[in-house]
């Protein structure tokens, strides 16, 4: 069975502060691994996701994440806060054994301030 | 670029009563999901759908929950005799081949009274 915990379910950084976003998951088979955002009343935004090759991606609005196996880590971040960036910000992992279903973390709520 | 939909935005039902919950992946994609989360609550699984049948499906899809695809291009939620505890947000996603990251509407929120 496949897991994932995000440390920290809120998140407060100053505006043009780097942005650390925690994620570790469990897995049996290699992972695919993902960071979807959440606004306000709408659904979930893909930022990124890492399936194979390089460990290090890079997603949409200026979002990285690292993907380190020796760590079972794919932590999220990003060198400079912006407003716009307070959301909810998911990780989620999925098996392609099991029609590739996502399971979640419980969500980071991240919050700028000015 | 292309977007799954999701209606209504908002349902409110009686407990009791059945509800469709609606959906349009987007038109090429060929797996279908049902996520739905429980305000305060993580995002849980429910359902995923390819070539016309059930490929996976969660503890929480019992006999109360079915899918459909009665088009080429809509994917329904049936819950029967809903109950309380159903109200939640409820997304729909789709995917491409292997690989391809699942894309999500914005939800359809339902409220059981």
């Known amino acids: 069975a496949q897991s994932v915990t995000q440390l920290g379910s809120h998140v407060s950084v100053s505006e043009g502060a780097l942005v650390l976003l925690r994620c570790n998951y469990s897995s049996s088979v290699p992972p695919y691994l993902f960071w979807y955002v959440q606004y306000p009343n709408q659904g979930l935004q893909l930022l990124l996701k890492y399936t194979t090759g390089a460990t290090l991606v890079k997603g949409i609005n200026g979002f990285e994440a690292e993907f380190k196996k020796s760590e079972t880590s794919f932590h999220l971040t990003k060198p400079s806060a912006h407003m716009s960036d307070a959301a909810e910000y998911f990780c989620a992992v999925s098996d392609e054994n099991a029609g590739n279903m996502l399971t979640f973390g419980g969500g980071t709520r991240l919050m700028v301030k000015p | 670029e292309p977007e799954v939909t999701q209606t209504p935005s908002h349902q409110v039902t009686q407990m009791g009563q059945e509800v469709i919950l609606r959906c349009v992946p987007i038109s090429n994609h060929l797996y279908f999901y049902w996520y739905r989360q429980i305000l305060g609550q993580k995002v849980e699984f429910l359902v995923s759908f390819y070539n016309n049948e059930i490929s996976e499906k969660s503890e929480i899809f019992d006999d109360q929950f079915s899918v459909e695809r009665p088009d080429g291009s809509n994917f329904t939620l049936k819950i029967r005799s809903t109950k309380l505890e159903d109200s939640a947000m409820y997304f729909c996603?789709?995917?491409?081949?292997?690989?391809?990251?699942?894309?999500f509407g914005d939800g359809t929120r339902l409220s059981i009274l």
């Open positions: 996603a789709s995917r491409g081949e292997s690989n391809q990251p699942q894309h």
